[in-house]
């Protein structure tokens, strides 16, 4: 996915459901050879990458996983990315590049769900996750994100989710 998204130095780079930190790596490791000189090392080190977890044990694992390839202080922050209503997001606080397999299956509390639009409110986290990115990513930004298969193709806040991804967004493939 990192490849495929292909972060550039510069850009900033987000994992909303970070756990044990493998996106982050993945664009760490791409983004080194685009290191040319000192301040590009600094900024890949403190201003690119960004991850989120809302458990112990994955932030923990995702935080020694990126310390050991590299990163000296990893911008991982152990909190629930879903917690703020997304229509509070500003332009400062979007990205250039989201890459993410948020939790499948999971189901969020009804405080977590008024977050959302009323028409797209749902306990399924991936739904939610998904709304989340689309308000997430800077104009023209990117996307790589790992869904179940039916998150896409149901009825519903599924459908209504789509219908924005479609109308809104350049969606260029899903992989089913």
Known sequence: IAQQ??????????????????????????????????????????????????????YLLGTMNLLLHGLDRPNLVRDNTLS???????????????????????????????????????????LLFLQFIMRSLKRGGRCGMVVPNGTLFGDGVCARVKKELLENFNLHTIVR
């Open 84 to 126: 703020r209503p997304i229509t509070q997001i500003t332009d400062r606080a979007r990205y250039n590049v989201i890459m993410t397999n948020p939790p499948f299956g999971g189901e969020e509390e009804k405080g977590i769900q008024e977050n959302f639009p009323e028409a797209t409110r749902t306990s399924e986290t991936a």
């Open 5 to 58: 998204v292909n972060p550039r130095l510069g850009e900033t780079v987000l994992d909303p459901a970070a756990g044990t930190g493998g996106f982050l790596v993945e664009s760490y490791e791409h983004l080194k050879p685009q290191v040319k000189n000192v301040e590009d090392h600094r900024r890949l080190q403190e201003e690119t990458l960004f991850g989120v977890d809302k458990k112990p044990m994955p």
